[in-house]
């Protein structure tokens, strides 16, 4: 029998040090944001946002690497299965290697046809495409830190990811500062500031990796409960790359239907955007949390500790959901004119700001049931709670941005956060009493 006291320091020895780090995630746009946002010209914050959407598009489709890896090894950690771990850990490294090298080979077409589709005007393409093929060459290591990380958390240490963050967004402000201001790069110094950063952040975690789990590395044995061959890997990973496309899906025409809009209205929301993935990275410490002690639980057959840590994980989730959302009430306007001194996309953004500051109670639901599913590898369901806010999404754009025009995209992307969680609530329940009753 776990302790209320005892479950909350187990969540938060997790939350915590993840939190530190996915504070510090989003630190890498808002830092490039702040910096092209004083050099003088809106384009330059556009080109970030277009630049930022390519990525997206690429990392967030290859995100089931975390995640896949962090739920399994999870499930083999609380089960004692040390081969199992390093089977996952292998699996994962060949598929992120396969992985970028893919996204580099293939990076003049993956960018062209990105910003054809945003339909952004000419200069702000330009220098996003100048950005995107710069900052390409760190795929390897984003893709190998995503492996890392969740492998890491899935061992109940979160820890390292942390520090693996914290050295990443160091690194970023301390090269790229003084290549923009210094040496006269612009956007070209932010683009080399975040490539140095990113292969800097994945050798930190290799370190570590070699040091505290040498024991685990070429481990084997006979298979174990919660080992997967390839074809349930695999099977896993697709029905999470189903579920990320849709989310890209949402995410880039978010983007697109502020570009149309024209340079201003894009970089509104790109600032306003910035304080969602705030949010969303500092959620996700608590739906980390989810991740290893779902899996943990769940591995082990502890199905009354699995209810119990969900139940604790929601009462922090959403006691932090209402932080920001008063935080973004008091204190968004000041953060919009720290992100950039441009008057018009400021007084832009803060027309929509009571948009994003209501992001956090419509998606606090969403973000902890993604890390439970998560950890019990439960991919279907995430898959088709995600289609149905995908179709959420795009009825209400269609319904509302004609005659709303940004007020209505961003009322279609609150629809779209709450009816995740919703769905996802309602697919809970429904395992509960047909699995574990």
């Not at 089960?79 to 090298?101: F, K, M, Q």
């Not at 061992?155 to 690194?171: E, F, G, L």
């Not at 754009?397 to 025009?405: I, L, P, R, T």
Request: proline content about 2%; some cysteine.
């Amino acid at each position: 029998m776990i302790r209320n006291s005892s479950l909350n320091k187990e969540i938060l020895a997790i939350a915590v040090p993840a939190i530190v780090s996915n504070i510090t995630t989003p630190l890498l746009g808002l830092v490039d944001t702040a910096i092209v946002g004083h050099i003088g010209a809106a384009a330059y914050i556009a080109a970030i946002a277009l630049g930022a959407s390519i990525f997206n598009m690429a990392y967030w489709l290859l995100g089931f690497l975390r995640q896949s890896t962090s739920g399994l090894t999870a499930q083999a950690c609380g089960s004692g299965d040390t081969a199992g771990e390093w089977l996952v850990l292998r699996r994962g490294a060949i598929v992120a290697a396969a992985g970028a090298a893919a996204l580099i080979a293939f990076s003049p077409w993956i960018a062209s046809a990105v910003l054809r589709f945003m339909e952004a005007d000419a200069s702000a393409s330009a220098l996003a495409r100048r950005y995107f093929l710069i900052v390409i060459w760190g795929a390897p290591a984003v893709l190998g830190t995503y492996v890392l990380s969740g492998w890491f958390l899935g061992m109940q240490d979160s820890r390292k990811p942390m520090w693996m963050a914290i050295v990443t967004n160091v690194v970023n402000i301390a090269v790229s500062l003084p290549l923009v201001f210094v040496a006269g790069m612009k956007l070209d110094g932010v683009a080399v500031g975040t490539l140095v950063s990113q292969w800097a952040g994945f050798a930190v975690g290799v370190v570590m990796l070699a040091r505290k789990y040498g024991h685990v590395i070429g481990a084997s044995g006979g298979e174990g409960a919660h080992r997967v061959g390839w074809r349930g890997f695999f099977s896993l990973n697709g029905e999470i790359f189903l579920r990320t496309l849709c989310l890209v899906a949402v995410t880039m025409w978010f983007t697109r239907a502020g570009a149309q809009s024209g340079s201003v209205t894009l970089a509104a929301n790109a600032l306003l955007m910035q304080l969602f993935l705030l949010f969303s990275y500092f959620m996700d410490g608590f739906a980390f949390a989810g991740e290893a002690l779902a899996g943990k639980y769940y591995g082990r057959g502890d199905i009354a500790a699995l209810h119990r840590a969900v139940k604790a994980i929601f009462v922090w989730g959403f006691s932090m959901g209402a932080v920001f959302t008063l935080a973004y009430i008091a204190l968004g306007r000041p953060i919009l004119g720290f992100l950039t001194d441009d008057a018009d996309v400021v007084a832009c953004a803060r027309v929509f700001l009571p948009w994003a500051a209501a992001v956090p109670l419509a998606g606090t639901a969403a973000f902890v049931w993604d890390g439970v599913f998560i950890g019990l590898t439960a991919g279907r369901s995430l898959l088709w709670s995600m289609v149905a806010a995908m179709a959420v999404f795009f009825a209400g754009y269609f319904a509302f941005v004609s005659s709303a025009g940004n007020h209505g995209l961003w009322f279609a992307f609150l629809a779209y956060l709450a009816v995740r969680g919703l769905a996802l609530t309602i697919g809970y329940l429904r395992m509960a009493r047909r699995r574990w009753r």
